[in-house]
């Protein structure tokens, strides 16, 4: 078993004290933290996808290595308000910046980058694609977990959906043609809900409820809700992933020969 835990949209600020949308960020992200250490069993890596900083700033993400010294990998994608430059020299994430896979016992991590310079959509790039392909190619006989920022299918709010993947076509065809995906994990949405993939009827992304403005009220629950799964007869595997969003509770995710549970 392994146990994963992602943090999103930490949005914190060169200054302490500067907040976003009246949160201040930095004092919310330490709570997590603090919520994060209680942790029994210990996590098996830590994985930061996207807007940790919301001004882009070295401070900001120096802040964030300096409250990360974890004795575990801490992988790091950016989201639109993020400066990859600086989030790369800051030795933040454990791994190269992404895009990149780490693999963790039998699961293949794939951590994508969607950013787009002074934009808030996101794109991937056909080199990008090719990559994937052959990441998750070796990822066939395993399991393989995608993660990435900008959500690539409507999630039914306008302006949301203006921020999301353009053109995402490409990438779910390099999903559905590798059942190795047992999990894609969006983080920018309002609420927790499950996204099926209608092309291949059994292919599902799973849309996992993280803040889009850090410090909300976690409004909406999900209680035994489970993604069919037809791979079920390879292995059976037990594995958690878990979320903290930046002021709320923890989300566990167990991922399990038989399907996806979301527990709350």
Aim: glycine share 8%.
């Amino acid at each position: 078993m392994i146990r994963l835990i992602q943090i999103t949209d930490t949005h914190i600020y060169a200054e302490a004290g500067d907040c976003f949308e009246g949160v201040d960020t930095r004092a919310s992200f330490e709570r997590v933290i603090k919520h994060l250490h209680r942790f029994n069993p210990a996590y098996d890596g830590l994985l930061l996808t996207g807007d940790l900083a919301m001004d882009g700033s070295r401070e900001a993400y120096g802040y964030l290595r300096h409250m990360l010294a974890e004795e575990v990998p801490v992988l790091c994608l950016p989201g639109n308000h993020d400066q990859p430059r600086f989030l790369a020299e800051s030795g933040l994430s454990t791994a190269a910046p992404a895009p990149l896979c780490y693999v963790i016992a039998e699961w293949h991590l794939i951590l994508l980058d969607t950013q787009v310079d002074d934009c808030a959509h996101g794109e991937i790039e056909a080199a990008q694609i090719d990559w994937l392909n052959r990441s998750l190619g070796a990822a066939d006989d395993d399991y393989a977990a995608v993660f990435l920022h900008h959500h690539p299918a409507s999630i039914g709010s306008p302006w949301m959906d203006a921020m999301g993947l353009v053109s995402p076509d490409a990438l779910w065809s390099a999903i559905d043609a590798h059942p190795a995906v047992r999990l894609v994990a969006l983080t920018r949405t309002p609420e927790p809900r499950l996204v099926p993939r209608a092309r291949s009827g059994s292919r599902y992304a799973v849309d996992l409820c993280s803040i889009h403005a850090p410090g909300d009220a976690l409004r909406c629950g999900c209680e035994g809700a489970r993604l069919p799964d037809h791979r079920s007869q390879r292995r059976g595997s037990g594995n958690e992933f878990g979320r903290a969003r930046a002021d709320g509770p923890c989300m566990t995710i167990h991922v399990s020969g038989s399907g996806v549970d979301l527990v709350w």
